[in-house]
Every structure is written in C-alpha cells, then in structure tokens.
C-alpha cells in the first residue's frame, strides 16, 4: 500500500484564496518531500522537510512536519490559476539511497 | 541543464504486442528510477538503478517487464507480452545525493 496518503483528494478554490493539502504516512521517515504535477507532465520537486524540522518556506509555500502524528501539511498562500496540478508527498527513508514512495496526490482547480 | 529526457511520449499498442522506453538522466546523476503511474494515482516504483547496478526491483513484474542500464547512464525498460493493465505513464527519474528527483514528462503506454 502507498505510504503517503493526501486529503483531500480534490480541492477547488478561489485565485487568492489560501489552499492547504494534508499528507499522512505509516512508518518512519528521514524526509518527506512535495511535487507538483500539471497535467499530462512529469512532476516537478517543490520542497523537501527532513524528519528533525517541524516547518520550511519556500515563497508561497510552507510546509509543516509533525513525525508524532506522521502527518506533513502544504499550504499555498495567496493561489493563483497557474497553481492548478496535483500535489503529490513522498516519503523517504534515507535521502538519496531508497526510492520515495508517493502519496495518490491532490488534485487543486485555482478558479480564477 | 538539460534535465531527464524520455521517449517515446506516446504509444499505443495492441495486447501482447512488446513496447520498449528509453530515458536518458540528468548528467552525473549515479541513480535512476522507472516508475508507473496509472490514471489518477501517484507514481509506483518498479525499479531503481545506483550507476549500472539494481538497487531495488522488488515491485517489477519480472514475467514481462524488463530494464537495464548500460554503462550506468541510459536506461530501457521493456514491457512484453503487454497486458491491458499495464496501460499507464512511464516516468523516469533521476537524482544526486541531495535526496530530491528529477523527472521526465514520461512516456504514456495505451493497450488496446
């Protein structure tokens, strides 16, 4: 089974609005990181959190750990059109060595 | 920096025909992943390569899947005898050490 499991599974909002997506896991991590994915494309990296951080930016993301709840949470600050995609988190057991597994995305409409 | 190439973006075949993908890593990259991802999932690993060597294979389907990486850089995977169920995108994917990966566009099989 997929060890990251994101909530919702779709999410529509408005251009402006803030847009927060939920990931949780079910074993120990080193690192936990998000891609996005426009549609018919490859992902693309948008942020890594190692497992001793509690939060990171990244312009108009932040992204939250809390490995005692094995859950991480993105948050897109002020959303635009162009941030329409699937959110994807991936879970990672040592950076580098092991393949991440991945979540079955969010899929976010920016109306604009 | 060019990033991960692959083709072919698209074929389509007919069951039980054989279909072959190849990709081509970011330089310097040592290790490299296959990974599927069928219609509204998140990617799944099927292989994972250090330099020309398998790190982990586990979730391959070795009756009819295959894939090498000659001389630690290209790499082919080949699907044959192609079931339905294999219709999907073929994302290849490449990192360093920083634990972060880099992605293709992928190339999407449909099985008729």
């Known amino acids: 089974s997929q060890q990251g499991e994101e909530d919702p599974q779709a999410l529509s909002i408005q251009e402006g609005e803030n847009a927060t997506m939920n990931c949780s896991y079910k074993?120990?991590?080193?690192?936990l990181q998000w891609y996005r994915q426009n549609s018919g494309r490859g992902l693309v990296h948008l942020i890594l959190?190692?497992?001793?951080?509690r939060e990171k930016h990244s312009g108009r993301l932040r992204v939250t750990l809390d490995t005692s709840k094995k859950s991480s949470s993105l948050l897109i600050t002020a959303s635009r059109a162009a941030d329409t995609a699937s959110y994807f988190c991936?879970?990672?057991?040592?950076?580098?060595?092991?393949?991440?597994?991945f979540g079955s995305g969010t899929r976010l409409q920016v109306q604009p | 920096e060019a990033g991960v190439a692959q083709s072919p973006r698209y074929k389509i075949i007919e069951k039980r025909q054989s279909v072959a993908f190849w990709c081509n890593p970011i330089?310097?990259?040592?290790?490299l992943y296959w990974y599927q991802q069928i219609l509204g999932q998140g990617p799944k690993l099927l292989i994972q390569?250090?330099?020309?060597?398998?790190?982990?294979d586990s979730q391959l389907p070795k009756d009819r899947f295959s894939a090498e990486r000659l001389k630690g850089v290209d790499s082919t995977l080949k699907i044959q005898p192609a079931k339905l169920e294999d219709s999907a995108v073929y994302l290849c994917?490449?990192?360093?050490?920083?634990?972060?990966?880099?992605f293709g566009e992928g190339s999407r099989l449909t099985v008729l």
């Open positions: 390569f250090q330099n020309n060597g398998v790190v982990d």
């Open positions: 994917a490449s990192s360093s050490n920083t634990g972060e990966l880099f």
């Open positions: 074993t120990s991590i080193n690192n």
């Open positions: 959190i190692r497992s001793n951080e």
């Open positions: 330089s310097g990259h040592a290790t």
């Open positions: 991936a879970t990672g057991l040592d950076t580098g060595r092991r393949a991440l597994t």
